[in-house]
């Protein structure tokens, strides 16, 4: 298939772009770079520089794409508290106006990159895709909106459309992993520590409502998360848009999390108990059965030492000429 990927140079959008590529799509990436890596994307794709607001009627006249998939979005809990109208505008607006280019020239299928943020903080955990939605941040406000706006499309338009709510995606693939100059995700801060590029690594709030007190999420393989964006597109159906969660089913406290980060990279990784971020949501772990039974999905990556493990041997990698390249904040 000819398939776009925006936000293609991102974390999740190039792995994506990645596997596309080996599995035989022809694939262009549209990305600004803001916070994606010119890098990540494959060799064999061809690249935009540009915004999807500004540029997606022009990218897509002509050109006859089969699928778009859409990464490109701002992503940061914490910055969606204190900027949300930077969220509204370029995750909400900047989707709008990808329906509309879509839909005037005449490109139907739709895979959206979307979030757990959109079901808030949940009265039940493993969380399935009928459970009430109430985010609890600007970022998720904005995914959840956009979910409203493609359900309309699709009805009214016969948009093909799938959004996949991804839990905490971590791990890498190949050359690929979480690569961000400005680095706020869990694991990558902890083995920054590992790598001896950070002093220690904060917790934030130890008090919350979970067995040790810190907060619990369900991480998610790159590679597994790739795999369902390709089973999503493969299988849209014009009129419909379906929801699926995507995360391995286990949930992990930020505490164990450094603990299995110690274990892989053999650092002692100190830590230290600073306060609650805005936001955050105690407990996060995703019902993934859903997207096992009508996609076909079968992560095989799920346990959260392999997760750690490839983002060790990534980071590794990119070495320490890039990390100290690169202020670390
Ligand atoms: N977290 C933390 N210290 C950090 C970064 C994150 O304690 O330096 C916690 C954060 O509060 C959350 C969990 O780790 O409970 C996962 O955060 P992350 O930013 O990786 O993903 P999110 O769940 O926000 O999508």
Same mark, same amino acid.
């Given at each position: 298939?000819?398939? *776009?990927? =925006? @936000?293609?140079?991102?974390? #999740?959008?190039?792995?994506?772009?990645?596997?596309?590529?080996?599995?035989?799509?022809?694939?262009?990436?549209?990305?600004? *770079?803001? =916070? @994606?890596?010119?890098?990540? #994307?494959?060799?064999?794709?061809t690249f935009v520089e540009g915004d999807v607001k500004d540029v997606i009627a022009d990218v897509l006249a002509g050109a006859d794409f089969d699928a778009v998939l859409h990464f490109a979005a701002r992503s940061l809990v914490g910055e969606s508290v204190e900027k949300p109208d930077e969220y509204w505008h370029d995750n909400f607006v900047t989707t709008l106006t990808l329906l509309d280019a879509m839909r005037s020239h005449g490109v139907n299928n739709l895979v959206f990159s979307s979030t757990a943020a959109t079901y808030g903080e949940p009265e039940v955990v493993p969380i399935t895709e009928d459970m009430p939605t109430s985010p609890t941040n600007a970022y998720g406000a904005t995914k959840l909106s956009i979910d409203y706006a493609i359900t309309s499309y699709a009805k009214a338009f016969g948009l093909a459309a799938t959004s996949l709510r991804y839990f905490n995606v971590a791990g890498a693939y190949g050359a690929v992993g979480e690569n961000r100059e400005v680095e706020t995700h869990l694991i990558p801060l902890v083995l920054q520590v590992a790598l001896?590029?950070?002093?220690?690594?904060?917790?934030?709030?130890?008090?919350?409502?979970?067995?040790?007190?810190?907060?619990?999420?369900?991480?998610?393989?790159?590679?597994?998360?790739?795999?369902?964006?390709?089973?999503?597109?493969?299988?849209?159906?014009?009129?419909?848009?379906?929801?699926f969660n995507l995360g391995s089913g286990d949930g992990y406290s930020v505490r164990q999390v450094i603990d299995v980060c110690r274990t892989v990279t053999g650092h002692p990784i100190p830590a230290e108990v600073a306060p609650r971020r805005a936001g955050d949501p105690a407990t996060l772990i995703a019902s993934s059965e859903k997207a096992q039974r009508e996609l076909g999905w079968a992560p095989s990556r799920t346990d959260l030492e392999t997760i750690v493990s490839d983002a060790w041997a990534f980071t590794k990698n990119l070495g320490s000429a890039a990390h100290s390249a690169r202020r670390v904040r």
């Open positions: 298939m000819k398939v *776009l990927v =925006t @936000g293609g140079a991102g974390y #999740v959008g190039s792995v994506c772009a990645h596997v596309l590529v080996e599995e035989g799509h022809e694939v262009t990436i549209l990305d600004n *770079l803001t =916070t @994606g890596n010119r890098s990540a #994307v494959p060799e064999a794709a001896g590029h950070r002093d220690k690594i904060m917790i934030f709030g130890d008090d919350w409502p979970t067995p040790d007190g810190t907060p619990v999420r369900d991480y998610i393989h790159i590679r597994d998360l790739a795999d369902a964006h390709l089973l999503a597109m493969e299988t849209n159906q014009s009129g419909s848009h379906r929801i």
